[in-house]
């Protein structure tokens, strides 16, 4: 049986008036694809670094500044886009292996309905302050209707 229209668009709508109040209020878990160190030989003799993926959990809130940088790619200029403050949670540092400018699938981890999305990691001024206090900044795109 095929929803309507109108109750696609009220499914649509009910998940989107739900992101503000999962970011805040549920752990995300950042999947990163980084590379393993182990050189793989594809069909056509082409040796590449087989990737693996790095999940990481964080607790993100909306940032106070919301102004996004023109300069990024078209992806990261969308309306929808979010920009979030936050820390780690598991592990308890970021990993050595992601650095700034690294894309990541995301899932907000809310047991009733996850939303998953992508994460890009911004550069944040590394002072002893916020290596302390395990702080991380990036933009968030949500796809509620996945």
Not at 8 to 14: D, E, N
Not at 68 to 82: A, G, M, R
Not at 104 to 120: E, M
């Amino acid at each position: 049986m095929t929803d309507s229209l109108i109750t696609r668009m009220a499914k649509l709508h009910s998940r989107l008036s739900r992101i503000p109040v999962k970011l805040g209020q549920q752990t995300t878990t950042l999947t990163f694809s980084i590379n393993s160190g182990t050189f793989l030989t594809d069909a056509d003799g082409i040796s590449y670094n087989a990737p693996i993926s790095l999940s990481i959990e964080v607790f993100l809130i909306a940032s106070s500044n919301q102004i996004l940088d023109k300069n990024q790619e078209v992806i990261w200029q969308n309306p929808s886009v979010v920009r979030v403050e936050g820390y780690c949670i598991n592990p308890a540092f970021l990993p050595t292996t992601i650095r700034p400018s690294m894309v990541a699938q995301a899932t907000v981890n809310d047991p009733d309905y996850p939303i998953a999305g992508k994460f890009l990691l911004l550069p944040s001024l590394q002072n002893e302050k916020t290596i302390l206090a395990h702080n991380l900044k990036g933009l968030l795109l949500l796809n509620p209707g996945v």
